[in-house]
């Protein structure tokens, strides 16, 4: 009895470490998400900006083409645009893992804690310290 009571804590315990680092893991992928999408729009401003500029000082199209400041704005911006579907593709994966790791939680719940009391207990905890909802999938 005791000692299917020790798995049982530390079950829960493990389960409750995971779906926070799971979480946290999403929040870090959500920023690095952000920050990539500023960087891009930061790049194709600068670059709007520098066409516009050198728009009124050229006559010919030709001339824009060649112009090597432009081609390097356009690799830099084809280069965001890849990293900007990379850090998606990462952000998307961590908050697959996450929901799977949520939903799999609440399905368990009641083979978990042995009590309703000690569920919305931890439940609370996770929403109030780590904003983790698990009163609903």
Known sequence: ???????????EVYLVNAIIK????ETKAQKKLVRAGVYLLGILGL???YLYVRWMDTY???QLIADPIILVFILAIGLMFVNLN???FSFEKAESDF???????IDRSYDIWSTKEKQTEVYK??????DINLFHK
């Open 99 to 105: 929901d799977r790791l949520k939903e799999d939680l």
């Open 86 to 88: 990379n850090k998606k």
């Open 60 to 62: 010919y199209v030709s």
């Open 1 to 11: 009895m005791l000692d299917s009571l020790n798995k049982n804590q530390s079950m």
């Open 22 to 25: 799971a979480k946290e893991k």
């Open 47 to 49: 670059s709007v900006v």
């Open 125 to 130: 905890r996770l929403k109030e310290e780590h």
